[in-house]
């Protein structure tokens, strides 16, 4: 805490935790200057919790397990999940924020699976800090998969659909 006033860091302290849950982020990170040499870093995180969509969505690399080599033998083999953000037609969030994946509400989205794109033609929105960022398709092609819903918060780097 500061030797300024600690009844006014706890206050910032609750005000950034409540922006942090009002706003549905996950970690929020600032630097309160009160001169050259007094300030306050103060950083709030909210632990994630996992919601399971009906289209599931890898998000973390698959865990590997040992298993002994009589009970591989008998196991059948297994499928192997693809990771979206690693095919080479992914396109992924610039950004930090909400998808929206047409205009406005109501409207017909910007693309649907199977819908023929131009590089340059826009495919989403991301809003991120009331602002809205259109973001176009990297290549020309065709929609193979649409991985974000509308509405969704979204990370940096996010696989969002696949333009193949």
């Given amino acids: 805490m500061s030797k300024n006033s600690p009844d006014a860091d706890v206050a910032f302290i609750s005000a950034l935790a409540e922006l942090l849950n009002k706003n549905d982020l996950t970690e929020l990170s600032v630097k309160r200057e009160y001169g050259e040499r007094d300030s306050l870093d103060v950083k709030v995180v909210k632990k994630?919790?996992?919601?399971?969509?009906?289209?599931?969505v890898m998000q973390m690399a698959p865990q590997v397990h040992a298993v002994p080599?009589?009970?591989?033998?008998?196991?059948?083999?297994?499928?192997?999940?693809?990771?979206p953000a690693q095919h080479p037609g992914a396109v992924t969030s610039p950004m930090v924020g909400t998808v929206y994946l047409s205009a406005e509400p109501g409207a017909a989205p910007f693309v649907s699976v199977g819908a023929t794109v131009a590089e340059g033609q826009t495919v989403l929105i991301i809003e991120a800090m009331k602002t809205m960022n259109h973001i176009p398709a990297p290549r020309a092609g065709t929609v193979r998969r649409i991985l974000a819903a509308d509405g969704q918060a979204v990370e940096y780097g996010a696989p969002l659909m696949i333009i193949e």
């Avoid at 994630?48 to 599931?56: E, F, K, L, N, Y």
């Avoid at 080599?69 to 990771?83: H, L, N, R």
Wanted: proline content about 8%; cysteine-free.
């Fill in 69 to 83: 080599v009589a009970q591989a033998a008998a196991a059948p083999v297994a499928a192997v999940v693809e990771d």
């Fill in 48 to 56: 994630a919790t996992v919601v399971q969509m009906a289209a599931p």
